[in-house]
């Protein structure tokens, strides 16, 4: 009966945390807007990034760059213009590559507890380690948004389906590893990087999460810190 109530409360609990996602996974990609001829405030930030001629300028193959990398991750509007939300995605996307293969340089994930999973939320990126060694990653992850955030602090993965569905609105998680109430590790079908987050679970690409999924086990510890941006 324990086990029962147990399996219902996290049914209940991810329910909760995946409403959102009935619609980005279920639908077709939005057809892109009209290209806008503004310039951004980003302008040349965001040309550089994506390889364009920097001059600060919107051309039109400016505009129609922008908004195949808004449209490719679920950045509304998708109209082309260099904003706010366009840039921050690419300057996280900067920030994470940077990281190189040393993500818990600066000692915050435990380093004495064998094998753990590491979830940063200032860059958005986990991986697993087993005590100072790197296990596996670092990779993009998207967590919680503002007002559903990833909760903090030192875990463990109590409970694991690889098939799991939401029964309320029949929403595929799979390779779900749940460590604190109904949030969990698992595969989304859109990119990491679209804002504004998750409702508190670590979505993941599907080869990330399956990759996950055969290197932890029930009992193992997970630790997330930070603070995502925004939130």
Request: charged share 20%; hydrophobic share 35%.
């Amino acid at each position: 009966m324990g086990d029962i109530r147990r399996r219902v409360a996290v049914a209940l609990g991810t329910t909760a945390l995946v409403a959102p996602l009935t619609v980005a996974m279920g639908s077709t990609p939005a057809h892109a807007a009209s290209c806008t001829t503004q310039t951004g405030a980003y302008q040349k930030q965001v040309e550089k990034f994506l390889g364009r001629p920097v001059d600060g300028k919107q051309s039109p193959a400016d505009c129609k760059a922008i908004q195949a990398f808004q449209t490719k991750h679920s950045i509304s509007p998708n109209a082309g213009l260099a904003g706010p939300v366009t840039w921050g995605v690419m300057d996280l996307m900067n920030r994470q590559k940077a990281v190189g293969k040393n993500p818990n340089k600066a000692g915050k994930c435990p380093t004495n507890k064998g094998r753990i999973a590491c979830v940063d939320l200032t860059l958005q990126l986990s991986w697993i380690q087993d005590g100072k060694k790197l296990a596996y990653g670092p990779v993009p992850v998207r967590t919680g948004r503002n007002g559903h955030e990833t909760r903090t602090g030192l875990k463990r993965i109590y409970w694991r389906n690889i098939d799991h569905v939401s029964s309320l609105y029949n929403v595929p998680m799979p390779y779900s590893q749940f460590f604190d109430g109904g949030q969990a590790f698992h595969s989304v079908g859109i990119s990491v990087w679209a804002p504004p987050g998750s409702h508190g679970c670590v979505n993941m690409t599907k080869k990330d999460a399956a990759t996950y999924w055969s290197m932890l086990r029930k009992g193992d510890d997970v630790f997330v810190y930070g603070r995502k941006p925004g939130t």
